[in-house]
């Protein structure tokens, strides 16, 4: 599984965040590792340098093998908080995706 990482200019997307995030999704994900090919993370700041709430957007883009990607958005008050919820939803869909492979 690879996984990329894209910043807007308002986020560092340094080396500490590129190895945090290879750690989660890699974990979060490992059971359905095998069926996915590339996660992209798209992470951005909506306000800018000002405050605000719900300000930090990920938008987490999973590439599945032989079949449609799936897209995930979440909004948090922090970067690790935006990509924790959309982890969720992401699984919650491989999930149901995978259920539903099993049916048929």
């Not at 449609?68 to 935006?82: D, G, M, R």
């Amino acid at each position: 599984m690879i996984i990329q990482l894209n910043t807007d200019k308002n986020i560092a997307g340094d080396e500490r965040l590129e190895s945090y995030l290879n750690t989660i999704i890699k974990e979060e994900l490992s059971n359905f590792s095998d069926n996915i090919t590339r996660i992209e993370v798209h992470l951005s700041d909506e306000n800018s340098l000002k405050n605000g709430e719900n300000d930090k957007r990920c938008m987490i883009e999973a590439r599945l093998e032989n079949r449609k990607p799936i897209a995930v958005t979440s909004n948090a008050n922090t970067i690790e908080a935006a990509v924790n919820n959309a982890l969720e939803k992401l699984k919650a869909s491989l999930e149901t995706i995978e259920g539903r492979l099993k049916n048929h």
